[in-house]
């Protein structure tokens, strides 16, 4: 591996691992101590599968957007095309991206991707709640990095406000798939899901968050995660934390320093996060939850705290990334992630569904460390 000359580093920095933070003397960031291309070609070859297993297919020759990979692909993967010398989306983000436009081109005639008939009500409704959230946040992420908002994603846009609830305890919120999978399908995940909306409005660039026709349908969605914000696991309240450095209005500075407190009281003596404790979750197979780090909390974690602005040169954030660093898969690039709902075998296609939310979310971790955002 090839390291440029290093600027001096504090002593804190060493023992916690300085490459994390260090950068050449020209102020380019450092060769990290992770491999970029191996976990670029574990996100492509899931997704790639993804797109093709005869589950994930769809109508008009779509395939559903899936929380434990589409999503963290299309969040995770952009971040790596400068590092690995890359002119453009790569083959597998056209295919993705082509059947998210189909789907919201066609958004009246394209079925939902869990139906009334197949899975039983209210499954059509959840399914066009989750669906018309995640479409916009794919599209407005690719979009932030373009510099400008397309008219597809202001339809994707579109599409979610008309379906943004806006009566009853729940307004603000959309409904959101529930097969009492956690943490993404579950009771809790209404507002997980509330919280990627607010993600991708503050993601869209060209100043959408101050569009006056959504104005009324941001006072809602502020309101719902503001009123619901003390009921959430933690890991809710951790995305919260994201969303809230993308829309102002979402947590005030009180309840921010009271979640930073207890994330660390949370993080593990190894520097990294158990998904299993940051909430209150039961497997189905009453199999005992999984006590270790895994790549998901550590990573969707430290991801969180540093666009909160937390110091890069924290000890206790510096150990997360030395964590997140020394447990990368060296073999197939991908990173640890264990399932809250049943014991999985992780050599499964299924099976590797964390690891590949786990590998998204600590490569957004790791790329953001590396240069020093």
């Not at 109508?59 to 952009?78: E, F, I, K, N």
């Not at 400008?148 to 994707?156: F, G, N, S």
Request: net charge positive; hydrophobic share 40%; with cysteine.
């Amino acid at each position: 591996m090839r390291f440029g000359v290093l600027i001096p580093l504090s002593i804190t920095s060493l023992l916690f691992g300085g490459a994390a933070i260090a950068r050449s003397a020209d102020g380019t960031p450092a060769t990290p101590s992770w491999n970029q291309e191996a976990a670029a070609h574990y996100l492509d070859s899931r997704q790639g599968w993804w797109e093709g297993w005869e589950k994930s297919q769809r109508d008009h020759g779509t395939v559903c957007v899936s929380c434990h990979t589409a999503l963290p692909y299309a969040l995770s993967r952009p971040v790596l095309r400068t590092a690995l010398g890359e002119h453009g989306l790569t083959g597998t983000e056209q295919v993705m991206l082509a059947s998210v436009t189909k789907r919201v081109t066609l958004w009246k005639d394209v079925e939902p991707v869990y139906t009334d008939a197949k899975q039983g009500p209210p499954k059509s409704a959840e399914a066009r709640g989750t669906e018309s959230v995640l479409n916009a946040l794919v599209l407005a992420n690719y979009d932030a990095q373009q510099g400008h908002l397309k008219d597809i994603t202001r339809q994707a846009f579109d599409a979610a406000w008309a379906l943004q609830l806006k009566t009853g305890e729940k307004a603000g919120a959309w409904n959101w798939l529930n097969f009492h999978n956690s943490p993404w399908e579950a009771d809790e995940s209404q507002y997980y899901g509330a919280t990627l909306a607010a993600i991708a409005v503050g993601l869209a660039p060209d100043h959408y968050r101050k569009d006056h026709q959504i104005q009324a349908n941001l006072k809602l969605l502020r309101s719902y995660l503001r009123s619901q914000y003390q009921a959430q696991p933690l890991l809710n309240q951790t995305v919260l934390l994201w969303a809230s450095t993308r829309l102002p209005g979402l947590l005030d500075k009180g309840k921010k320093r009271e979640l930073m407190a207890e994330l660390f009281r949370r993080q593990q003596v190894d520097g990294g996060w158990s998904l299993s404790t940051l909430g209150t979750f039961k497997r189905r197979d009453k199999t005992a939850e999984d006590p270790r780090s895994d790549g998901y909390a550590t990573g969707l974690t430290v991801y969180a705290l540093q666009q909160a602005g937390l110091p890069s040169n924290k000890p206790e954030l510096q150990k997360a990334v030395v964590w997140l660093e020394q447990n990368q898969n060296h073999a197939n690039g991908q990173w640890p992630g264990y399932s809250l709902n049943k014991q999985r075998d992780p050599a499964t296609d299924v099976g590797k569904f964390m690891s590949d939310a786990a590998t998204g979310y600590a490569v957004l971790a790791l790329e953001n460390a590396r240069l020093g955002k």
